[in-house]
């Protein structure tokens, strides 16, 4: 069953122009997860937000997160080419057994 | 280093053929998991596993089945039940002594079948 669900599809900016991904979810979680994926690859793990947190930065992200509107955003700013990819949200229920993504956000940056 | 290591990158088989794909971790997790991916499309669970002789069927299991002999191992075969096999499938471990563990991805295996 698919919860979580990205906004965009898919957004084209660039380069040092900010990008915003935004995901909705249905039901109660215990964290919200942000994925990478470039083109042919696995996901790789880009930051962590608890249920009881309302932002959360690391680098270049900002995370946000609001339970009362099951949404949570995530922004990268200073955009780079190398940015380019697809980013997933990932829901997380039961602490852990249970993972569940969107479709995705397909970033491109134009250089 | 430790991480995920999912073999072939790239396989090919006839309709009708079972198939197992490989998936091997040391990064010493106790839950792995396997998703597919369709072009465009999210990640859909097939199945996971948190313990070792123990697994769970996900949203797609129908068509695959998997074994868990050994913490660091999870293979799954793509059994010729499986109407539409030809994806990208990925495998996952995640360390699941903690509340808030992150999955680490393996590079995926793409399978075409014809």
């Known amino acids: 069953s698919q919860q979580g669900e990205e906004d965009p599809q898919a957004l084209s900016i660039q380069e040092g122009e900010n990008a915003t991904m935004n995901c909705s979810y249905k039901?109660?979680?215990?964290?919200l997860q942000w994925y990478r994926q470039n083109s042919g690859r696995g996901l790789v793990h880009l930051i962590l937000?608890?249920?009881?947190?309302r932002e959360k930065h690391s680098g270049r992200l900002r995370v946000t997160l609001d339970t009362s509107k099951k949404s949570s955003s995530l922004l990268i700013t200073a955009s780079r080419a190398a940015d380019t990819a697809s980013y997933f949200c990932?829901?997380?229920?039961?602490?852990?057994?249970?993972?569940?993504f969107g479709p995705g956000t397909r970033l491109s940056v134009l250089p | 280093d430790g991480g995920i290591t999912q073999s072939p990158k790239y396989l090919f088989r006839k309709e009708g053929q079972n198939v197992t794909l490989s998936c091997e971790q040391n990064?010493?997790?106790?839950?792995m998991y396997w998703y597919r991916q369709d072009p465009g499309q999210g990640l859909r669970l097939i199945y996971y596993s948190q313990i070792v002789n123990d697994f769970q069927k996900g949203d797609i299991a129908e068509g695959y089945s998997v074994s868990r002999e050994k913490k660091e191992s999870f293979p799954l075969t793509v059994t010729s039940a499986q109407k539409n096999p030809t994806a990208f499938y990925l495998c996952?471990?995640?360390?699941?002594?903690?509340?808030?563990?992150?999955?680490?991805f393996g590079n995926g295996t793409r399978l075409t079948v014809t």
């Open positions: 990932a829901t997380v229920v039961n602490y852990g057994q249970n993972f569940v």
């Open positions: 990064l010493n997790h106790d839950a």
């Open positions: 996952a471990s995640s360390n699941q002594g903690y509340d808030h563990s992150p999955l680490h």
């Open positions: 039901t109660s979680i215990n964290n």
């Open positions: 937000i608890r249920s009881n947190e």
